[in-house]
C-alpha cells in the first residue's frame, strides 16, 4: 500500500453550496487509519454553516455496505486518515470525493474545511510526502485572497 502517494491539496466548493461531509472518528479526532476507523461524523452544511449534524456507526471492513451507505446519505467528500486502495477506489467510484491523510482534532478540522482555510500542514498526516508541494499551494492561495 502506497498510502502517502495520493496527498492532495482540495479547495472547497463555493460559499452558498450545500453539501454533505462524512468525517471519520475515532474519540475526538480523525481516525488515523479508515480502514480500523468505526465511527463516521455526517455533517451537513450550507452557506458555510453546519445545519445538522449526527454520528454513524460502521464497518469500514465491509466496503461495498459503506459505499451504500454513504450513498444513502449523499455524502459528496468523505475526510479521513490513511485509507488503502480498495475502499478508496470503491468509494470514489460512487462519485465522493475523498480528502485522506488529515489527521487532528475533527471539530477543527471540519471548522477549517468549512471556512475554505483546510489545508493547513498542521492537518496533514506525519510522512505525507507532498507536504511541501501543499504548503506552497496554502500560501499561494492565501496570497490570491
Not at 61 to 83: H, N, Q, Y
Not at 110 to 133: Q, R, T, W
Request: hydrophobic letters at 40%.
Amino acid at each position: 500500500m502506497e498510502w502517502h502517494k495520493n496527498c492532495i491539496y482540495i479547495k472547497t466548493k463555493e460559499a452558498n453550496l450545500f453539501m454533505k461531509l462524512a468525517l471519520t472518528v475515532w474519540e475526538d479526532r480523525i481516525s488515523p487509519v479508515f480502514d480500523a476507523a468505526r465511527k463516521l461524523m455526517l455533517v451537513e452544511v450550507e452557506n458555510r454553516v453546519i445545519t445538522k449534524k449526527s454520528y454513524e456507526r460502521f464497518d469500514a471492513t465491509l466496503s461495498p455496505r459503506l459505499t451504500e451507505k454513504l450513498s444513502e446519505f449523499d455524502i459528496s467528500v468523505l475526510i479521513c486518515g490513511a485509507i488503502s486502495a480498495q475502499p478508496a477506489q470503491m468509494i470514489e467510484a460512487q462519485g465522493i470525493k475523498i480528502i485522506p491523510f488529515i489527521a487532528g482534532n475533527v471539530e477543527k478540522v471540519l471548522a477549517s474545511y468549512i471556512k475554505n482555510d483546510f489545508v493547513n500542514s498542521s492537518f496533514l498526516m506525519p510522512g505525507c510526502e507532498h507536504k511541501d508541494s501543499v504548503k506552497n499551494k496554502l500560501s499561494q492561495r492565501r496570497q490570491e485572497k
